[in-house]
């Protein structure tokens, strides 16, 4: 979590209480933590939040997996118009101990961190306690569309030139175009004779 970001939906579990055998958590989000969501995203709202998570010991961890569902309503990055998306966000995580993920730390030297096969994401540092309402808050943040667009956006397209300096265009960016229209001239030249 950002050092400079206060967490607006708390939910801490005990690292024991996760190491020992699985465990399910689900819940909904309150208007008011709702509300603090949508002003951390800047966002217009989020109508609704709900998770169902299941943590499973891992390794020397926990691995946090589930889905969260959410309604929230943005501006159109075109119109400015409220744009309502549905969000049905499949998570999966992992959490290992520090001494686990830097097992040679020496103060002052970098560490590599690989991709876990098993996860096929990086594990994570495993604090205790473990707050899940974060995981749901961050996994939130991911899965909100980053270019929200109004049904009435219709399609925007955008060149820029300097004064007098005709815009490049799409065919100006294929270095091979002018060789494909000469090779068709050529052809129907041919074709000709």
Known sequence: MNANTQSVLVRQISVADLRDATARFEGEASEIERAALAKRFDILSVESLSYSLESVPWRSGVKLSGVLKAVAVQKCVVT??????????????????????????????????????????????????????????????????????????????????????????????????????LRKKMESDNSGN
Do not use: C, N, W
């Not at 808050?137 to 300097?162: I, Q």
């Open 80 to 181: 400015l118009d409220p744009v309502t998306e549905k969000i049905d966000e499949e998570l999966q995580r992992g959490f290992l101990p520090f001494e686990d993920l830097y097992p040679e730390a020496k103060p002052g030297f970098e560490h590599e961190i690989a991709v876990d096969k098993e996860l096929g994401e990086v594990p994570e540092l495993l604090t205790d306690p473990l707050d899940i309402g974060e995981i749901i808050a961050e996994t939130l943040g991911v899965a909100l569309d980053p270019y929200p667009r109004s049904a009435e956006a219709g399609e925007v397209s955008m060149s820029a030139a300097p004064p007098g300096v005709e815009p490049i265009t799409d065919a100006d960016m294929k270095p091979f175009s002018s060789l494909e229209a």
